[in-house]
Nanobody, 112 residues
Framework: QLQLVESGGGLVQPGGSLRLSCAPN????????VNWYRQAPGNQRELVGT???????YLEDCAKGRFTISRDNGENTVYLQMNWLKPEDTAVYYC??????WGQGTQVTVSS
């Protein structure tokens, strides 16, 4: 089963930046739409944004103007660039394609 492995999380102060990576555990025969989600303690998992196989991106309102999603087609790696981070961005971030399983996510903590 395809797994997308998240990395790049960490502790950052409000206003700081992080870039999350999402890499497949095996070679891909095609490009997939990849969604970024996040889940904060006590909250439901929510969609952050998505990037299609053609590179078309969509961001939820919580991420617009601050986050960008991109992909490296050669490496099949998807990125979530997070700028102007706020404490409310604190969550475990996941990436998932329709054909992938859920991974462990990567923790993002925004705190002073």
């Amino acid at each position: 089963q395809l797994q997308l492995v998240e990395s790049g999380g960490g502790l950052v102060q409000p206003g700081g930046s992080l870039r999350l990576s999402c890499a497949p555990n095996r070679r891909l025969s095609s490009l997939y739409t990849v969604n970024w989600y996040r889940q904060a303690p006590g909250n439901q998992r929510e969609l952050v944004g998505t990037i299609s196989g053609a590179g078309v991106t969509y961001l939820e309102d919580c991420a617009k103007g601050r986050f960008t999603i991109s992909r490296d087609n050669g490496e099949n790696t998807v990125y979530l660039q997070m700028n102007w981070l706020k404490p409310e961005d604190t969550a475990v971030y996941y990436c998932k394609a329709a054909v992938s399983s859920w991974g462990q996510g990567t923790q993002v903590t925004v705190s002073s």
